[in-house]
């Protein structure tokens, strides 16, 4: 959680911050957390998977979005120093957590990703659009699996051209001629391993049609610069806050409490006894 020692301990060197910068994305092939501290992620992890698999009224497990709104312990991870540390080179000392997600993409039937960005998902919600997110790799993810794949240096616009698209996580792709997509990189991590992107980064997965689960863990940070403005589709939602100070006017929620308000709005979308 949240440390009072407001001393930071940098985990990004200035080329680390620099390739970021003009690459929009960064692999971190070292551990993001203590083996410990990992593990009992992992854990609550598989505790909330079964959760979400006994329930009827679930989708396919690449949709557990937001589940810190009603699992409070996963903030033992989303603002512990150990990933702020890497955010805070990127976006400053003023960090509010803006979203996370479990995309769990199960053996041989885990549905791609299209390509997309996530800014034209937030767009006209966040003002300005300046969103980091630590994928930190629960599983292995391989290109065997269906591993995250990114355009370097796709982050300059953030809102291209969409077409529907059928039978993936989300309705809509990036209409291929504005993909470069011989450019791709596979983002090959091992188990408490992370890649960091850029919000306007084009990005995407194939299907995991191999044997091995592929799951990651999306944290996403805004700074406190960054206004987050209330829409009716997102009824109850909440940041919070992070690391140093509201700069924007932003309202914050209670880490400590699920978010009833959320959970309220949107209660067939989580699973029951959360």
Known sequence: MLSDDTTTRARLSPAD???FTQQGYLL????????????????????????WLRDPRMRSPEHMDSPHFFSPKLFDWLLHDDVLDLVEPLIGPDIALF?????CKPPAVGKRV???EDSAIWKGRLVPMQVVTVWLAIDPSTPENGCMRVIPGSHGHGYSDYDDVEGAVFRQEIKPSQVPDDTAV????????ASLHDGRLIHGSAANTGAMRRCGFTMRYIPTTTKVIDT?????YQVYLARGRDRAGNRYGDPS???QAWFDA?????PVGH
């Open 266 to 270: 949107h209660k067939d979308g989580f």
């Open 186 to 193: 596979d983002c090959v991590l091992r188990p408490n391993e």
């Open 28 to 51: 971190r092939n070292e551990p993001v957390f203590a083996p410990d501290h990992f593990k009992g992620l992992q854990d609550h992890f598989e505790s909330m998977l079964a959760a």
């Open 232 to 236: 009716a589709a997102q009824a109850g």
């Open 257 to 259: 409490k699920p978010n």
């Open 17 to 19: 911050v620099d390739l």
């Open 114 to 116: 299209p390509w997309h």
């Open 99 to 103: 979203a996370s997600h479990f995309i």
